[in-house]
């Protein structure tokens, strides 16, 4: 993997519950790890391909590995945020992840 590829500040983001004094929960997002990604914009063929699944896949980022990363987490970046769909370490060597996401709107 070339660093220079991987240009784009990124911040995963953890959900967390936060109560109140009168007892009352509250689900936020909390900044948690900082990291450089590549970010693909999916084109319409792949798009198309990834209509079958449930939720519509927007975008691929590859990040490097890390091992407190995992699928339930969110990413941010800049004043978008992606939900996290699919993380994928290919050939489980630990060099990067592929993660599918889907741009919240």
Known sequence: MRAGSLRHKIV??????????????????????????????????????SMKLDN???HKI??????DLNPKMRIKYGERYFNILSMI??????IYYEIMASEEI
Request: hydrophobic share 30%; charged share 30%; no cysteine.
């Open 12 to 49: 995963f983001q953890q959900l967390t519950v936060a109560n109140d004094t009168w007892g009352h929960s509250a689900e936020t997002w909390t900044d948690d790890i900082t990291a450089y990604a590549s970010i693909w914009t999916l084109r319409g063929v792949e798009r198309m391909e």
């Open 56 to 58: 519509e896949i927007t």
């Open 62 to 67: 590859r990040v490097r590995y890390k091992r």
């Open 89 to 94: 370490d290919p050939d489980e060597r630990h």
